[in-house]
């Protein structure tokens, strides 16, 4: 059972399109990160957001964390076929200073 | 990040065989973690190591050990590899934000 849901698990738009992807738990976190992993490589952290109802914008993505640190959203507007990848949230909890990471949202941008 | 490297990139091997993959970092991280990655489930913690002959299991350790002989190196071991460890594995080290290296991808036939 995964600790972290993300939705959806796949998504595939048009170049130009806007798109969101979620992040929902049960669990409140001390953070909460969005990684983008390419195909062979190891996921590369994007953003920490850390207070709740905080938001942080990184060109054209947007991140959202929960006013109660449960959940959190990636928004991407206008997207580019340069931001296809898969996505993947992950709660940090500092007790054991382990992340723990939801199932990953693969987004294919069509040129 | 360029401080975490793991070999070997590519493995095949087959069912019942003993298995070692190898992270080594320069970037003097305390922490390390060995994840493993499966369509589906995103990441899975093994085991982590919180420094020098510190070790502990993650939510999928049963069937692997690791160990830590000095701060650079953290080495994940299959006694007896099964074919449910193919996957990729990854190797990360650092805290809160953890920095990971390029992945291993494992095959047991």
């Known amino acids: 059972t995964q600790l972290l849901e993300q939705s959806p698990q796949f998504l595939s738009i048009q170049e130009g399109e806007n798109l969101t992807v979620y992040c929902n738990s049960s669990?409140?976190?001390?953070?909460l990160q969005w990684y983008r992993q390419e195909p062979g490589e190891g996921p590369v952290l994007l953003v920490t957001?850390?207070?709740?109802?905080e938001v942080k914008k990184l060109k054209r993505l947007t991140f959202q964390f929960g006013d109660a640190r449960k959940d959190s959203s990636l928004h991407i507007t206008a997207a580019q076929p340069g931001d296809t990848g898969l996505y993947l949230c992950?709660?940090?909890?500092?007790?054991?200073?382990?992340?723990?990471f939801g199932g990953g949202t693969r987004v294919l941008v069509k040129p | 990040d360029a401080g975490i490297t793991q070999s070997p990139r590519h493995k095949v091997t087959e069912t019942g065989t003993p298995v070692t993959l190898r992270c080594h970092q320069t970037?003097?991280?305390?922490?390390m973690y060995w994840y493993r990655q499966d369509p589906g489930h995103g990441l899975r913690l093994i085991h982590y190591?919180?420094?020098?002959?510190?070790?502990d299991k993650g939510e999928v350790s049963d069937g692997y050990s690791v160990s830590r002989s000095k701060t650079e190196d953290f080495l994940l071991t299959l006694e007896s590899a099964t074919s449910s460890q193919t996957s990729v594995y990854f190797c990360?080290?650092?805290?809160?934000?953890?920095?990971f290296g390029p992945g291993t991808r494992l095959t047991v036939l």
């Open positions: 992950a709660g940090f909890k500092a007790a054991g200073n382990k992340l723990t």
């Open positions: 669990s409140v976190f001390s953070s």
């Open positions: 957001v850390v207070t709740g109802g």
């Open positions: 970037e003097n991280h305390r922490y």
């Open positions: 190591s919180y420094g020098v002959k510190d070790t």
């Open positions: 990360a080290g650092g805290t809160d934000t953890q920095y």
